[in-house]
């Protein structure tokens, strides 16, 4: 019954309803029972002084030296003025009797149930000269009655009767009934009103985790591009959201793992097959002697590709375990440009490229790893000689701003397009797959480039406008800021 949300939260609202109500009833009943309790004690009490003394003012004006003469004679008059006092509560009942207890008078209500003539006055402590409690008279009564007895006595005859003033307990208990019962009711209606809004709110709540658990068994499946639909604003609606940037991140990375699988098997196929071929011709003979040469440069160069290869793939699998250490030390990183660009001047010349190159010093001390900048450098540079048009502009600028240096590598050129931006340092990510201007590449440099800049605690960020330009900036360390920089290796 409770293993779904949905259950659980109506069960919980109506427990927390009824105990709610419950204890509310329980609150205002002893609150009221208390009020009312003290309310008619303070009835019978006063009836009783107001009873008690104008009884006691008529007998001693009376000229009537018996008490009991007194209401013989005076029986109507007395009759007449309980009843009025009596009138004063419901189901209120006075009665006077002698000293020993003999009833003598009663209002009318009292009188119609008294089974009895006289009382038993032992069962109270005269000796106090009052009585206030619940009692049934010994049986008197057929239930007990809250009782206040006041005690008639004169200064010159002492005691000569008593004066009972009586109510029942049963109005208590029935008004506290009443109350339990209307907040009964009314606890009911709420708990349907609540129930109703606890099901929307419910299923308001449990729809998108619902549709989160169906979407994420499609995940398992591997079908990643099922999504969430997004429902107003709330805790709920970022949740959707969340899951499904994470949904369209696994998409992109699986896109990525299965191009990348693709290039890979073709990257190392072509290669191999090539080699395979030109040494088969060479062994039986079908390429002559005197082309081995040619062919065996050939197959040199497709073995350095493999290495390329292969080294790329060792990087990023010693990068992803945190094997590769990084050995900072002060070098001169204007030195370092210069030397990479007349490493491309070949290739610089054939493309007949406007090179720029600046900086704002001659020479200029990084504090990094100088192999692994060479190697993100170098990268930057041939990616920017590889995809620029012929007779663009190439710059590559190094500029220094407090503690940290600033190099750039601009080309004109093919540039990336703006939905392909937030993508170019994910690993196995190509871009522009349908021109075949990288077919070396396999969407490796660019990652192995920001897992050295984390690494060094750096940053590197991308700005292009497609067919026009684009510019890769990282930042270093200077060395004149500062020599105990900390790198994650």
Not at 44 to 66: C, K, L, M
Not at 136 to 144: P, R
Request: proline share 2%; aromatic share 10%.
């Amino acid at each position: 019954m409770f293993k779904s949300l949905f259950s659980r939260y109506i069960t919980a609202f109506i427990v927390i309803i009824l105990t709610s109500y419950l204890m509310l009833a329980l609150v205002i009943s002893v609150m009221v029972a208390n009020y009312s309790n003290s309310t008619n004690q303070e009835i019978v009490v006063n009836s009783a002084s107001v009873v008690r003394a104008a009884v006691q003012q008529q007998f001693e004006t009376s000229g009537i030296s018996d008490f009991n003469q007194y209401v013989y004679y005076e029986s109507q008059m007395l009759t007449k003025e309980l009843n009025i006092a009596a009138q004063c509560t419901s189901n209120m009942w006075i009665f006077i009797t002698d000293k020993n207890g003999v009833i003598l008078a009663a209002d009318d209500h009292a009188a119609a149930n008294l089974n009895r003539s006289s009382i038993d006055m032992t069962q109270f402590d005269l000796s106090a000269g009052s009585f206030k409690g619940y009692t049934d008279f010994d049986g008197m009564f057929t239930a007990k009655r809250l009782t206040k007895m006041a005690t008639l006595n004169g200064a010159n005859t002492g005691v000569y009767g008593y004066v009972f003033v009586c109510l029942p307990e049963s109005m208590l208990s029935g008004f506290v009934k009443g109350i339990v019962k209307a907040i009964g009711i009314a606890s009911l209606w709420v708990l349907a009103a609540a129930l109703v809004a606890v099901y929307f709110l419910s299923e308001r709540i449990v729809a998108p985790i619902r549709d989160i658990s169906q979407v994420a068994k499609k995940f398992a499946q591997g079908h990643f591009e099922a999504r969430i639909p997004v429902r107003g604003r709330d805790e709920i609606s970022e949740l959707a959201i969340a899951f499904n940037n994470m949904a369209t991140s696994l998409e992109n990375t699986e896109n990525m793992r299965s191009a990348f699988i693709g290039n890979i098997s073709h990257e190392l196929r072509t290669p191999m097959t090539t080699i395979s071929g030109f040494i088969d011709g060479m062994l039986d003979g079908a390429i002559p002697i005197e082309k081995h040469d040619h062919y065996l440069q050939i197959i040199s160069g497709e073995v350095k590709r493999l290495s390329r290869l292969v080294s790329s793939l060792l990087d990023i699998t010693k990068i992803q375990a945190g094997e590769r250490k990084f050995n900072p030390i002060s070098f001169d990183i204007c030195e370092t440009a210069r030397q990479i660009i007349i490493s491309c001047e070949q290739r610089l010349n054939d493309k007949k490229l406007d090179v720029e190159f600046t900086c704002d010093e001659d020479n200029m001390l990084a504090y990094a790893d100088p192999d692994a900048i060479y190697q993100i450098l170098y990268n930057l540079c041939d990616n920017a000689i590889k995809f620029s048009h012929v007779g663009g502009k190439y710059r590559v600028s190094i500029i220094r701003n407090e503690e940290k240096i600033f190099v750039s590598v601009y080309n004109e050129g093919i540039g990336i397009k703006s939905e392909d931006l937030p993508f170019v340092f994910e690993r196995f990510y190509k871009g522009d797959k349908s021109r075949g201007l990288d077919k070396a590449g396999l969407g490796l440099g660019l990652y192995i480039c920001k897992a050295i800049m984390d690494a060094h605690g750096e940053e590197i960020w991308v700005k292009s406008e497609y067919e026009k330009y684009c510019e890769f900036v990282f930042t270093l360390q200077s060395a004149l800021e500062s020599e105990n920089v900390e790198f994650t290796n």
